[in-house]
């Protein structure tokens, strides 16, 4: 079936570094592409996303491309905040049976930063 | 925000009691999910609904049954909680249509003591 596979965190960073959090996926097919964060206490937040290879997904500075190729979304931010800790998951929408969807998600990655 | 609101947010339950929790959505989406959240695992589809009184298992639904005879309204059931199914639940709904991505309510901490 298909999974999604994100490094282990935590991942620790001083603000203003560069982050990536690297994705790889196996699916059948071409399925669409998520990045979701999670503040503590709260729900899911879904932050970008992509549904076809070489889309590029952003939102808040945060970006990630689609690369059919090497089956890969890793996430991207040049200058992470304080504000940015939080857990993140990777995500694919898996059609099943019938037409309908579901999401899989990836295992989640914590960044911690710190001023 | 999408508008998803799950009952209880906490909850600490005894070990072979029955419980319900409820999600309950204003957005029409023909999609509801319920999913686990545990350390390690990331989240774990339990059963989704694809339309009232349509409804179907995920991979862990063991334990777990479902209701929707509202569309509004997604219950998930644990007829005899055990200390495995402590556990972060969330709600989550879709439309279906685009890339398909689903929007989460803020979840219900479950405590099986």
Known sequence: GDSVTQMEGPVTLSEEAFLTINCTYTATGYPSLFWYVQYPGEGLQL?????????KGSNKGFEATY????????LEKGSVQVSDSAVYFCALSERLRGGYNKLIFGAGTRLAVHP | DAGITQSPRHKVTETGTPVTLRCHQTENHRYMY???QDPGHG????????GVKDTDKGEVSDGYSVSRSKTEDFLLTLESATSSQTSVYFCAISDG???REAFFGQGTRLTVV
């Open chain 1, 47 to 55: 932050l970008l996303k992509a549904t076809k290879a070489d889309d």
């Open chain 1, 67 to 74: 690369r059919k190729e090497t089956t890969s979304f890793h």
């Open chain 2, 97 to 99: 249509t685009g890339a």
């Open chain 2, 34 to 36: 319920w999913y686990r």
């Open chain 2, 43 to 50: 989240l774990r589809l339990i059963h989704y609904s694809y």
